[in-house]
């Protein structure tokens, strides 16, 4: 849920002057956006966004006197805005728990080069346009406190061999709160390629495997695929599956334009597994998967794209329905009972 588009005004929030003055001199280099303030701790942090109503808070998490963690929960809870974590490599373990806390996207702290500050920026852009309140009541409406369970699995078949998931912005929590329903019986492999920072794939397969009975690991090469194991891919590589359910793990694919690629995995699920592969695109910016999810339909499997007012960023998702690729847009608080029904072969 988007709010139209106006000046941005950022308030940031970090313990390092030279950081903050770094994503300052980005930020305020960019047309129709507006450094707000600045905050040093998670205390300050709180204050000036009751005062200032900012459009975005960049916020780090290790900070003095309050730590980012319990500052984006009071903020969530008193002034609801979007807030991008902001990190360092060493943090990153931390960083995720922010997205339980209401955070909507974790990147790296920036530096000069051309590729972070393209990514700093246009994540400060749509984020910023995210209604924080009407996403919070979208995502944790009606079913979202529901978990699947075997019994949605009664008439199970061999019908599904796998669950392939893409994702982007937004992406971590909706795939949390997904893995989070499932039960540790779920009878096929589940592939994700999730857009995320090198050196930020393991932070998140730990927070990810704390939420849910399912086994989350990061993908290894040759590793074969197994029924309750999640396989996420490793941000450094691209990823395929082989038609005998093996990962193969290979440099970043050159011809795609986002890494790791969503398209890469589901093409080679699509070829693998034809008619027995589940495609789901969810929340994030540009239109990686759709090309894939296409190729999931025409080989003869079923294709789900998470709905416009439980992502954060309707973005990926969008392209895939507006092609025609996608059989059924399902809403976040649904999408687990739909992939037991899927895997328990009622189609």
């Known amino acids: 849920m988007l709010k139209p588009e106006s000046i941005i005004r950022v308030l940031l929030v970090d313990d390092s002057t030279l950081v903050r003055e770094m994503i300052r001199a980005i930020l305020e280099s960019e047309p129709g956006i507006v450094v707000a303030g600045e905050a040093s701790d998670g205390v300050e942090a709180i204050a000036k966004v009751a005062s200032l109503k900012p459009d975005i808070v960049t916020m780090d998490i290790e900070m003095p006197v ?119 019986s779920f009878p096929v492999p589940i592939v994700i390629t999730q857009h995320i920072a090198e050196g930020f794939t393991g932070g998140m397969v730990e927070w990810l495997n704390g939420g849910t009975p399912l ?40 011809a795609q334009i986002y890494n790791p690629s969503c398209n890469t995995l589901l093409s080679s699920v699509a070829a693998a597994y034809r008619n027995r592969a589940v495609g789901l695109i969810m929340s994030g910016m540009g239109d990686d998967g759709a090309v894939g999810m296409e190729a999931i339909k025409v080989a003869g499997g079923v294709t789900l794209a998470q709905d416009a007012a439980s992502s954060v960023v309707f973005g990926m998702n969008r392209v895939a329905v507006e092609r025609g690729s996608i059989d059924r847009v399902v809403a976040l608080a649904d999408i687990p009972v739909e992939l037991m029904r899927r895997v328990g072969g009622s189609r």
């Open 66 to 184: 309050m730590g980012g963690l319990e500052a984006i929960e009071r903020i969530i809870a008193s002034h609801p805005v979007p807030i991008l974590v902001v990190t360092a490599l060493t943090g990153v373990r931390t960083a995720f728990a922010a997205i339980s806390k209401g955070a909507l996207d974790v990147i790296e702290k920036p530096d000069i080069s051309p590729e972070n500050v393209r990514t700093l920026v246009k994540k400060i852009r749509y984020l910023a346009r995210v209604d924080v309140s009407a996403h919070l009541r979208a995502t944790r409406s009606r079913s979202a406190h529901v978990v699947a369970t075997d019994a949605g699995m009664q008439h199970c078949s061999a019908e599904t061999g796998i669950i392939a998931i893409a994702a982007s912005t937004g992406g971590p929590q909706s795939i949390y709160a997904v893995l989070s329903a499932l039960p540790a």
């Open 215 to 254: 086994a989350v690991v990061m993908a290894g090469n040759g590793v074969r695929l197994a029924p309750g194991h999640v396989y996420v891919n490793p941000a450094e590589h691209s990823m395929r599956i082989t038609p005998q359910g093996m990962i193969l793990l290979g440099a970043r694919d050159a």
